[in-house]
């Protein structure tokens, strides 16, 4: 165990050399080794900054990172599909706006409502059993799972492992809830295996008709897996609509056209993966992304990559580190790297956090020692584990993402590293995790690069307007989503569902050409000042 000596003089000897790599990959290991002397060294040295934000602290609701500067009329948790109805009914008779949520931890904010907020990952999260009576000939029901929508990745991974089974693809949480997820354009890891809706069969509404009565439908695809006569004979109070613009329009609706009581979606057989962590300099690594997209898919080298960046030179070059995953079925061994295991807040997060705000001049070289801390070779796990990128899900963060078609992705990443070098030198802004590069598959579009960029902090406080904790970024505006009048009876759908599939919608931010390194750097300085959100720190543990 270290000394509190050991804690002292690496701190200082970094503060004193804020360059110095060796000394902060030796804080580093000293702070994983004792996480509760790196943080008595630190508070000794000065006070630790707030793990919140007062401004957020003081909002009147805050549901992990669902935050408004207003609460709800009602908050209302159905615990069955009777009290779901009852509950869409009553917000029609008293003409409130409902908004269903799985349990709030969207970046979006989508959730924001004055009238009616319902959550359902507490009372809507079981497991259903799927009715082959109804279902066509031919179907394999041994591949489908039928779940209500408060299901989290979490519990249906458990249910589909013992099953021999686990979902096409997956999130990085498992926290979030499968429906909470699709329904907001959520999607899992790789460039060949598409979006979470894309999975999905059937999904079980409840909206209002043309009177404002509480109805229900169930939405699939023109060759969906129910056979009409059978549904209709067994279930007459509950309306078949097999259209695959509709459908399409319901799996990625965030709300618009009724609340998603359950859904349904394809399964496959379990696997594991195998994970390989690798350092790189970005010099070395660009060249080869072409390859390493084209070697993910069914059959091929790779699951899934990700890469992890830390935007800022130290000792002359821009590290980064890449994540390959490859299938298998050889059991598991191995572990992954501690910094990913249990890196969570009380670990990394607050020490990165205390040094942007006494000494932030030290937080290259200690996210550089932080990428560096997560190599690790050949580990085996289940999928359900493996697709899971860590603790990091746990960090209080102000988060953004934006897509760029994957052909651009050098070019995004060069303009990463000239944008924060320039906020960094010119307004004092520092960034202090490293940038996740996800490429994955846009559902009926060519593959995206995924930038996902969390903590942004600014260390000065007029900038910040928040001289009562200076570390964190000014508030933005967020994205306006785009309102969809809603027809009664499934027909908010149609200016979604017309849309041809290679059309992209022009509010996903989708870019449909390359663009020059110029280009590149306008549209991340756009997307990274459309920060929408702190995520709450989960006390007890982390759309």
Known sequence: MPTQAQHDQAIQQLIANPADSATARRLLDLAREDPAGAKAAHGRVEPPPPAIPLDVQQLPFKRHNLMMPFSPKQIAMPRSLEELVAIVQAAAVAAEPIKSIGDGYGFANTGFTKGCLSPTV?????????????????????????????????????????????????????????????????????TWCGPLSEHARALHLVTLDEQGKAVQFQVE????????????????????????????????????????????????????????????????????????????????????????????PVDGQVSCVLGERRETQDAPRGERALVIEYGGP???????AWWIEHHPSAVPVLIDAAITATQARDVVMNATKGLNFGSVNLAPVTACACGVPSADIGNLVEALIGFFSDTSARHGVLHDEPDRLALREGGHRPPLAGLRSRYLHDRNPDLAGNAASPRYARSVPRFSLRKLRRPSALGAGERHARRPAESPLSETGLLSRVLSRAQSKGFLRQCLHRTDGFSKMNEGHPA
């Open 122 to 190: 507490e009372g809507l999260n079981r497991i259903l059993t799927v009715d082959r009576e109804v279902l066509k000939a031919g179907v394999d029901a041994d591949h489908l799972c039928k779940f209500e929508s408060g299901a989290t990745l979490e519990l249906i991974g458990a249910h589909l492992w013992a099953l021999g089974k686990a979902v096409l693809n997956q999130p990085g949480y498992e926290k979030l809830t499968y429906v909470g997820t699709m329904s907001s354009g959520g999607h899992g890891s790789g």
């Open 221 to 312: 695809p023109g060759d969906g897996i129910s056979d009409p006569a059978k549904f209709a004979a067994k279930y007459p109070a509950l309306e078949l609509v097999q259209d695959d613009e509709m459908f399409r329009a319901c799996t990625v609706a965030m709300g618009c056209l009724g609340i998603i009581y359950s859904a349904t979606i394809e399964v496959r057989d379990a696997y594991n993966i195998n994970e390989t962590r690798t350092k790189f300099s970005w010099a070395a690594l660009k060249p080869r992304l072409p390859q390493l997209l084209a070697d993910q898919g069914t059959g091929k080298r790779l699951h899934s990559i990700e890469v992890w960046l830390n935007p800022y």
């Open 346 to 352: 009380e670990f990394l997060y607050r020490l990165l």
